[in-house]
């Protein structure tokens, strides 16, 4: 089993900043992808960034240059750094990791940006 343990949610003003992290654990073996989806209320659930084993990273349009995600290998650890953040980057944040046989996700952070 693979465990995800979010942490860094919480409530921020606009044009403030929120640091995401998640920490995998468990039968790991051979990460593909680490990365961020949010599900604002009544919304479908959207990638945020990902960033894959060998460092490439995507981001979807609406946080780049705000955003940046990063990994720490050894510990199997992902982040997401978000500046100038926005209400509209109000959602709850889901950490994924897909791994060759699963995906799996975490139970999501909350994040609220308002002033």
């Known amino acids: 089993q693979v465990q995800l343990v979010e942490s860094g949610g919480g409530e921020a003003q606009p044009g403030g900043s929120l640091r995401l992290s998640c920490e995998a654990s468990?039968?790991?073996?051979?990460?593909?992808?680490m990365g961020w989806y949010r599900q604002a209320s009544g919304n479908q659930r959207e990638l945020v960034a990902r960033?894959?084993?060998?460092?490439?990273?995507n981001y979807a349009d609406s946080v780049k240059g705000r955003f940046t995600i990063s990994k720490d290998n050894a510990k199997n650890t992902v982040h997401l750094q978000m500046n100038s953040l926005k209400p509209e980057d109000t959602a709850v944040y889901y950490c994924?990791?897909?791994?060759?046989?699963?995906?799996?996700w975490g139970r999501g952070t909350q994040v609220t940006v308002s002033s």
């Open positions: 994924n990791i897909v791994l060759p046989a699963a995906t799996y």
């Open positions: 960033i894959t084993r060998g460092g490439g990273t």
């Open positions: 468990g039968s790991i073996f051979r990460i593909s992808t």
